[in-house]
């Protein structure tokens, strides 16, 4: 299965640079700088650890000044909020929004990058007698951008939360609620496919799992390798948890009408370093696994979905800093990446970039340092979780290159004839009666090729791609 012949291996090595060329574009990551506590740093060291960190994107919560004026002249793209408080107003007075965007918009562009404008936060869940204006109001807004020649470069949406949707579970049963699909959700698609902007989503993949951990496995909620779960609606089988809660809304949205253009940004997602002792799997080493895994795929361009495949997706972690005042279970105030010390929490990167001190092979036993072990996941609680797939390799943990499932297997034979063809990856290993030939299946074959592929080439930018047909994982690979 894994060798191929000469004459195939030619083929490859000429056919193989195309396919890679057919993987979707990079999509973005960036940041939720919410300010609920009484201990962080001032706005102008908060923005120097961000370009420190190499963090691009930001979102805020409002307009404070300090931190618009901090962000001026530094190139880190901003979404500000013009919170529910001021919905109505918004919604019923054009001139208050016109004022509102001069005075927290155009006031500091384009020196501070905003690009964004989100019109209320969870408004569905958090504000449900505003339900009926927050379209008007997105309008108003949009009109004050376009009064002032702003519509083009700054763009309006609204974060909804995931129990906008009435069902979700399998992805293709996807509907949003009967109050919300038509008098609500479909004017907010016709306003953001009119004004070329995004659906945001704030998806948040820890509290299906901790509410049903005896049913969802936890590596399908990390990113890691998993069994998968077949959708007998669609067909389609997802090894994410993630990718099934954004499927539900792809799903929603089209029984609305065609809004393909309308792209989806997860305005807010992340994952709990600390919890109550109910709050099952909130942890750091699991924080670092999700955010690390997740970054990861967005910057190495295999963000897309099974039922889009082909999108980007732009993402923002929630959140920079532990928040001491939130309100709620232990697990609100600790989903910082950063503690107020400008520590990090857990180790995670927001940009690509090269090998670094940690990089080469793992400890494996007579494997030629593949990584192929069963080490009980204790790798896991230090695993880089960085922002992956030719992301920086840390000191703290190692990282391997697995095949996708989701590619298919013809897909999967390509990369792997390329693999331990014109790539040189030693695959002698995984022929039959070798040591690692069982189990024969074309996943642990193909992951045993691309892993090998992936540490010979120092874990650089794109060696672990093959075309969206294989991802890095943080957690050693047990087969």
């Given at each position: 299965?894994?060798?191929?012949?000469?004459?195939?291996?030619?083929?490859?090595?000429?056919?193989?640079?195309?396919?890679?060329?057919?993987?979707?574009?990079?999509?973005?990551?960036?940041?939720?700088?919410?300010?609920?506590?009484?201990?962080?740093?001032?706005?102008?060291?908060?923005?120097?650890?961000?370009?420190?960190?190499?963090?691009?994107?930001?979102?805020?919560?409002?307009?404070?000044?300090?931190?618009?004026?901090?962000?001026?002249?530094?190139?880190?793209?901003?979404?500000?909020?013009?919170?529910?408080?001021?919905?109505?107003?918004?919604?019923?007075?054009?001139?208050?929004?016109?004022?509102?965007?001069?005075?927290?918009?155009?006031?500091?562009?384009?020196?501070?990058?905003?690009?964004?404008?989100?019109?209320?936060?969870?408004?569905?869940?958090?504000?449900?007698?505003?339900?009926?204006?927050?379209?008007?109001?997105?309008?108003?807004?949009?009109?004050?951008?376009?009064?002032?020649?702003?519509?083009?470069?700054?763009?309006?949406?609204?974060?909804?939360?995931?129990?906008?949707?009435?069902?979700?579970?399998?992805?293709?049963?996807?509907?949003f609620r009967e109050d919300l699909a038509q008098a609500v959700m479909k004017p907010m698609l016709d306003f953001l496919a009119q004004?070329?902007?995004?659906?945001?989503?704030?998806?948040?993949?820890?509290?299906?799992?901790?509410?049903?951990?005896?049913?969802?496995?936890?590596?399908?909620?990390?990113?890691?390798?998993?069994?998968?779960?077949?959708?007998?609606?669609?067909?389609?089988?997802?090894?994410?948890?993630?990718?099934?809660?954004?499927?539900?809304?792809?799903?929603?949205?089209?029984?609305?009408?065609?809004?393909?253009?309308?792209?989806?940004?997860?305005?807010?997602?992340?994952?709990?370093?600390?919890?109550?002792?109910?709050?099952?799997?909130?942890?750091?080493?699991?924080?670092?696994?999700?955010?690390?895994?997740?970054?990861?795929?967005?910057?190495?361009?295999?963000?897309?979905?099974?039922?889009?495949?082909?999108?980007?997706?732009?993402?923002?972690?929630?959140?920079?800093?532990?928040?001491?005042?939130?309100?709620?279970?232990?697990?609100?105030?600790?989903?910082?990446?950063?503690?107020?010390?400008?520590?990090?929490?857990?180790?995670?990167?927001?940009?690509?970039?090269?090998?670094?001190?940690?990089?080469?092979?793992?400890?494996?036993?007579?494997?030629?340092?593949?990584?192929?072990?069963?080490?009980?996941?204790?790798?896991?609680?230090?695993?880089?979780?960085?922002?992956?797939?030719?992301?920086?390799?840390?000191?703290?943990?190692?990282?391997?290159?697995?095949?996708?499932?989701?590619?298919?297997?013809?897909?999967?034979?390509?990369?792997?004839?390329?693999?331990?063809?014109?790539?040189?990856?030693?695959?002698?290993?995984?022929?039959?009666?070798?040591?690692?030939?069982?189990?024969?299946?074309?996943?642990?074959?193909?992951?045993?090729?691309?892993?090998?592929?992936?540490?010979?080439?120092?874990?650089?930018?794109?060696?672990?791609?093959?075309?969206?047909?294989?991802?890095?994982?943080?957690?050693?690979?047990?087969?």
């Open positions: 299965m894994a060798l191929p012949g000469r004459l195939r291996a030619l083929i490859l090595a000429v056919a193989l640079p195309l396919l890679f060329l057919s993987a979707s574009e990079a999509g973005t990551v960036g940041i939720n700088y919410g300010r609920v506590a009484n201990d962080l740093p001032n706005p102008a060291a908060v923005v120097q650890l961000m370009k420190q960190q190499g963090i691009a994107q930001v979102k805020l919560y409002d307009t404070e000044p300090t931190v618009l004026r901090a962000l001026a002249n530094t190139g880190i793209k901003v979404v500000v909020a013009l919170p529910n408080e001021q919905l109505l107003a918004a919604a019923s007075r054009p001139s208050y929004a016109l004022a509102w965007v001069r005075r927290n918009v155009a006031a500091y562009y384009p020196a501070t990058q905003i690009q964004g404008i989100a019109v209320g936060n969870e408004v569905f869940a958090s504000a449900k007698n505003l339900t009926a204006q927050l379209v008007p109001a997105m309008t108003n807004v949009h009109a004050a951008l376009a009064r002032l020649s702003l519509d083009k470069p700054v763009k309006v949406s609204s974060p909804i939360a995931l129990t906008a949707l009435a069902g979700s579970y399998p992805p293709s049963a996807g509907v004004t070329g902007s995004y659906l945001m989503v704030n998806a948040y993949p820890f509290f299906a799992y901790s509410g049903n951990a005896d049913v969802i496995s936890l590596d399908y909620a990390l990113f890691r390798p998993n069994a998968g779960v077949l959708d007998s609606g669609s067909g389609l089988k997802y090894y994410s948890l993630l990718d099934a809660q954004l499927d539900a809304v792809f799903t929603a949205v089209s029984k609305l009408g065609n809004y393909n253009a309308v792209r989806v940004v997860v305005s807010e997602t992340g994952w709990p370093s600390k919890g109550d002792a109910k709050e099952t799997g909130a942890a750091a080493a699991n924080a670092a696994a999700y955010n690390g895994n997740l970054v990861r795929r967005v910057l190495s361009g295999n963000a897309g979905t099974p039922r889009r495949p082909d999108a980007d997706m732009d993402v923002y972690l929630f959140a920079l800093f532990n928040e001491n005042q939130k309100p709620g279970p232990t697990s609100e105030r600790n989903y910082g990446v950063f503690y107020p010390n400008q520590q990090k929490v857990y180790d995670v990167e927001f940009v690509l970039g090269g090998n670094s001190a940690g990089g080469g092979g793992s400890s494996g036993k007579d494997n030629g340092g593949l990584g192929w072990q069963d080490n009980g996941g204790v790798n896991a609680g230090n695993a880089p979780a960085g922002a992956g797939g030719g992301v920086k390799a840390t000191s703290t943990g190692e990282a391997w290159c697995v095949a996708n499932a989701m590619a298919g297997e013809e897909r999967l034979q390509k990369a792997l004839d390329y693999a331990c063809g014109p790539g040189g990856a030693d695959c002698k290993a995984i022929q039959p009666g070798a040591a690692c030939f069982e189990p024969n299946t074309m996943v642990a074959h193909a992951s045993y090729a691309f892993n090998d592929y992936y540490q010979r080439k120092g874990r650089t930018i794109g060696t672990c791609d093959f075309a969206g047909a294989a991802y890095v994982v943080n957690q050693a690979p047990s087969e």
